[in-house]
């Protein structure tokens, strides 16, 4: 979908006048605000219910607008951006001074993404600077995929929403921090831990001692409705279980149903990883809505194209095994 220009110039007069706009990316919908406004950025912690300590990413046009939030550009970063930007890859790396504790969670680290959707760039060039945007969905939810999730998860607490369609991704993006001369993949995505390798070569995996990021927390992205991931093999007597317990029975699976009921709600999604991505969060907020005490997901398979879909999907169960979310953003 294209950008109307009216559109991204009323956009981009709103994040000037410190207001909150939606916009499409290729990952997900950001929550977007002036990332050098801090009152504006604290309306997206206000209108998504956030804790105030969640950093947040800065979108900016690419490379060049990066350098006046960072203090400095380590090579393995400066290789990724060129590698990988625009698109689904945020950087982590030291602040400038002057970045405020909103964006940072008053870390001494900035994220920073060059976003590729055409909306995003769009924006950002008629906006001029940087945007800080988190997901554009309430706290603890899944992110928004289309510009009707985000009506519905934000209704009137956004200013406007940028309509881009669907989004091409549709898992956030690849958080890798560039800190101390390592290189540390934060959260999966659509670039691979071999796509970064083949550009930086070592790349670790985050640890306790690595940069908070929220994100990587176990119950985030969940539906309201408890998860429970079952293998292949058990699924039909999973299924069959539930049943016979009485109720409605969600599922999301690679393959088709095995039994009919029409307490049975079936949602069937691609082969193919890219595919399966694309309309994952649709998917579940779909089944999310069908009045089931329970969504039973397929497990994926265990190699790399599947690892941020593995990911999400893990995170999503996990709060059903917690029975509370402990943290999301
Ligand atoms: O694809 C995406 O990344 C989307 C689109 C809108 O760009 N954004 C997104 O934002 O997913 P959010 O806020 O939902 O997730 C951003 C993640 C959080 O887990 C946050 O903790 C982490 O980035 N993050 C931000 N700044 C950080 C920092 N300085 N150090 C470590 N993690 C950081
Ligand atoms: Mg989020």
Redesign the pocket.
């Known amino acids: 979908m294209l950008p109307d220009p009216a559109r991204i110039e009323e956009a981009a007069a709103l994040l000037n006048a410190g207001e909150l706009v939606a916009f499409p990316?290729e990952?997900?919908?950001?929550?977007g605000a002036d990332a050098r406004n801090p009152a504006a950025v604290a309306r997206i912690f206000a209108a998504k219910g956030r804790p105030a300590s969640?950093?947040?990413?800065v979108?900016v046009s690419g490379l060049a607008a990066a350098k006046e939030w960072i203090a400095e550009l380590p090579d393995a970063a400066k290789r990724l951006a060129e590698a990988f930007w625009p698109g689904?890859l945020?950087l982590?790396l030291p602040?400038a001074a002057g970045v405020s504790a909103g964006v940072?969670?008053g870390?001494p680290?900035?994220?920073l993404?060059a976003?590729a959707h055409p909306v995003a760039r769009a924006l950002l060039a008629a906006f001029g600077g940087g945007i800080a945007?988190?997901?554009?969905?309430r706290y603890g939810r899944i992110?928004p995929t289309r510009a009707a999730d985000v009506r519905e998860e934000l209704g009137d607490r956004v200013a406007l929403i940028l309509d881009g369609g669907d989004c091409e991704?549709g898992?956030?993006?690849t958080?890798v921090?560039c800190i101390g001369g390592g290189v540390t993949l934060?959260?999966p995505?659509a670039i691979s831990r071999s796509q970064l390798r083949d550009i930086v070569g070592e790349v670790a995996d985050a640890d306790a001692a690595s940069?908070?990021?929220?994100?990587?927390d176990r119950s985030?992205y969940a539906p309201g409705t408890p998860v429970s991931l079952v293998v292949a093999a058990r699924l039909r007597a999973e299924v069959e279980r539930g049943l016979a317990r009485g109720g409605r029975i969600a599922v999301l699976a690679r393959s088709a149903a095995p039994v009919a009921s029409d307490r049975l709600v079936w949602r069937r999604l691609a082969e193919k990883p890219a595919e399966y991505g694309r309309s994952l969060y649709a998917a579940l907020r779909e089944l999310d809505r069908a009045g089931a005490a329970r969504i039973l997901v397929e497990a994926v398979p265990g190699d790399e194209p599947w690892a941020a879909i593995a990911d999400r999907l893990r995170r999503a169960a996990a709060q059903a095994v917690d029975g509370a979310v402990t943290d999301a953003?």
């Open positions: 990316t990952t997900v919908y950001g929550l969640h950093p947040l990413i979108h689904p945020t982590v602040k940072t969670g870390q680290t900035v994220a993404r976003p945007a988190p997901s554009a969905n992110s991704v898992l956030e993006s958080i921090a934060l959260r995505g940069p908070r990021a929220p994100g990587r985030h953003t």
